[in-house]
């Protein structure tokens, strides 16, 4: 929106609309003549040396060719009032003067007299800057409709461009080359009020000016007070400061005149300057480019001149204000619970479903669409810890045990190899070097120490006598008649069982290792207690070795990376057996009560309490709300009532 209504300091317009913070970051468009990231300053009169002679005010040529319609003149990014086509040159300085920062500084006068601003026959409207010092951006004007659709033009020279008339008169337009310099560059400004503290140091004093070296109103220093000589002429005798140029400057003896020296400013170089960052706040440079101006402050702070320091506005930090501060501020970032980390770092520690995502953010320095890479900064959350400052508490969650039509997450794995070991990860965490031949309770005890999962069950399909309770998680104990073991029929989605077979049927060797060259062991990995669709194991296999054949045409047989894993999600199937997509649901408090984000505990609804974590699971103490209260139903009569 700043950039539709308004204009850069050339007067130009462009669109910024396709970036993310189009519409969300907010800034203030001061009026003139406040300044400031809040508009709480204001601007201190400029004005001309009085010690420099020769010098010249601009002036800027307009010729309009047109006989209807009418225009505007644009200066830094301020329109004037409408000039009519047939405006006289006492109407067109009205109208200039409309802008507040040329409100009486401007002198219009035609090269044809008696001309209309617009005519057929060309006129040179020559427009002199009497207040406004120093090189001007050109005016830039802007046709009414009807002027444009009958071909009128309006052009502007400047910078010593000259122009003809219809009577051959030649204009020139002028460079302005006098000073414009805050406190015409012999006082001190005051941002809180806007005034011009004037020098007055070793006998040498100012005061303000008419702009023209002498007495006046403009508020500035351009005027010479003092009287040195006997011929009642001004003089000056020495640069500003106690000490000259207050010793962080050079003296011109001719001008005097301070040059200041690096990280110093203001006419006697008493003052300090402030560090300069990329903009948050201004005109865009291009279209849809923005943040790319360096100001002093980043324009979200105000300078200490007496420290060269910024004073940041809140939730904003750096020596330049450059860096926008994370949740809970710079005094506490993320409340203690977290890392306060750039838009950068936090791609790279970026996760989907729980991985590593393998982001980046920012990586070209020169991308316009990623200007906030190493400038805005978020919560990363310790554990328990979540919200934009990680002042909330997590909540136990889990799957709904008002549902019954889901089931868990089912992977099958195969290991082709004979030798070596592996390790496998979740979530981005891993475990430590796993033998080849790992039993299934040994490879449940490896996955079962990561951080990133609950409670898992690993069954082998060469195993057997499983003990009937493990099942328990999923199917009744009565429907593994004997001790049952994981058939070539595997999983049934319709009863959301494992099927058995008959045993009477030659039972398959017991406690068999993961690995064997052929492939011909199935791991099947039930997620009994992290809930929902789940990303698959991830395994290094750079020192499984397969002495009979190679997974990778490069390696040799019996080299380590010479085995391999083979996964299956899902539903893809392997050695007659099917993996299951999980469909569990994993909400706080399982959908069954109400979260209180500030001390992290569940109070959960009527006829709901606390569950072991598993799907349809048993009472527990994991404080989420994942299993009926069995003492106390009000809405049921049994545990086999329907649904609600």
Not at 106 to 130: M, W, Y
Not at 169 to 182: F, L, Q
Not at 309 to 331: H, I, K, L, V, W
Request: glycine residues 12%; contains cysteine; charged residues 20%.
């Amino acid at each position: 929106m700043f950039a539709l209504k308004s204009r850069d300091e050339l007067s130009r317009q462009f669109e910024y609309s396709e970036r993310w913070d189009a519409d969300k970051i907010q800034g203030c468009k001061c009026d003139y003549p406040a300044t400031g990231y809040d508009c709480s300053r204001t601007l201190c009169p400029t004005g001309d040396d009085p010690l420099s002679t020769g010098q010249a005010n601009e002036v800027q040529i307009v010729q309009c060719i047109a006989n209807t319609g009418s225009f505007v003149l644009y200066y830094r990014g301020v329109p004037s009032a409408t000039i009519s086509h047939d405006a006289t040159a006492v109407m067109v300085s009205a109208a200039l003067q409309k802008i507040p920062a040329l409100k009486g500084g401007v002198k219009v006068s035609f090269s044809v007299a008696g001309a209309r601003v617009c005519q057929i026959q060309r006129n040179n409207v020559l427009i002199e800057f009497l207040q406004q010092f120093g090189a001007q951006h050109p005016l830039v004007p802007q046709l009414s409709a009807d002027m444009a659709s009958s071909g009128g033009q309006v052009n502007v020279r400047h910078g010593g461009v000259a122009s003809t008339d219809v009577t051959g008169k030649i204009s020139k337009s002028v460079m302005g080359t006098k000073e414009n310099d805050v406190c015409a560059g012999r006082g001190l400004c005051d941002s809180q009020d806007g005034v011009c503290h004037c020098f007055d140091t070793q006998g040498d004093v100012y005061g303000s000016s008419d702009g023209y070296g002498h007495a006046g109103a403009r508020g500035d220093c351009g005027y010479v007070v003092s009287t040195t000589l006997g011929n009642g002429k001004t003089s000056v005798a020495s640069c500003p400061g106690e000490v000259s140029c207050s010793g962080h400057g050079v003296c011109d003896s001719d001008t005097f005149r301070c040059y200041c020296q690096a990280g110093w400013t203001g006419g006697d170089c008493s003052r300090q300057t402030c560090p300069r960052g990329l903009s948050w706040f201004a005109y865009p440079s291009a279209n849809n480019v923005a943040h790319d101006t360096y100001t002093t402050c980043s324009d979200m702070g105000h300078c200490d001149e007496t420290r060269g320091r910024c004073e940041c506005r809140d939730g904003f930090f750096g020596s330049a204000c450059q860096f926008m501060a994370c949740g809970g501020g710079t005094e506490l970032p993320c409340s203690g619970h977290g890392r306060c980390l750039s838009m950068a770092r936090l791609a790279r520690e970026a996760r989907v479903n729980g991985e590593l995502a393998d982001f980046t953010y920012g990586s070209d320095a020169n991308a316009a669409e990623t200007w906030d890479a190493h400038r805005v900064h978020g919560c990363l959350c310790d554990a328990g810890y979540s919200g934009y400052d990680c002042s909330q508490r997590i909540c136990p969650h889990g799957d709904d045990p008002g549902t019954y039509d889901d089931h868990s997450e089912v992977q099958l794995y195969r290991c082709v190899a004979n030798g070596g070991n592996f390790t496998l990860s979740f979530r981005s965490e891993a475990t430590p070097l796993i033998g080849h031949n790992v039993s299934s309770a040994e490879l449940q005890q490896y996955l079962a120490r990561l951080p990133s999962l609950s409670h898992v069950s690993v069954y082998f399909l060469l195993d057997n006598n499983v003990p009937n309770d493990t099942f328990v998680d999923f199917q009744p104990p009565s429907k593994v008649p004997g001790g049952g073991w994981l058939p070539p029929g595997g999983f049934n989605a319709n009863t959301n069982e494992f099927e058995v077979v008959d045993p009477t049927a030659a039972p398959p060797r017991y406690n068999t290792s993961f690995c064997d060259p052929q492939g011909d062991q199935v791991a099947v990995v039930v997620f009994t207690h992290t809930h929902g669709d789940l990303p698959p194991l991830r395994f290094n296999t750079s020192h499984l070795v397969n002495t009979m054949t190679s997974a990778a045409a490069a390696i040799a047989p019996g080299r380590p990376g010479s085995g391999e894993i083979l996964s299956y999600q899902d539903g893809r199937t392997t050695k007659g057996m099917r993996s299951f997509r999980g469909t569990t649901e994993d909400e706080p408090c399982n959908g069954r009560g109400l979260c209180d984000m500030q001390t992290g505990e569940c109070s959960c609804l009527q006829d709901w309490t606390s569950s072991d974590g598993s799907r349809q699971g048993g009472p527990g103490r994991t404080g989420d709300c994942g299993t009926r209260n069995v003492f106390q139903f009000s809405s049921f009569t049994s545990l086999g009532s329907t649904k609600p």
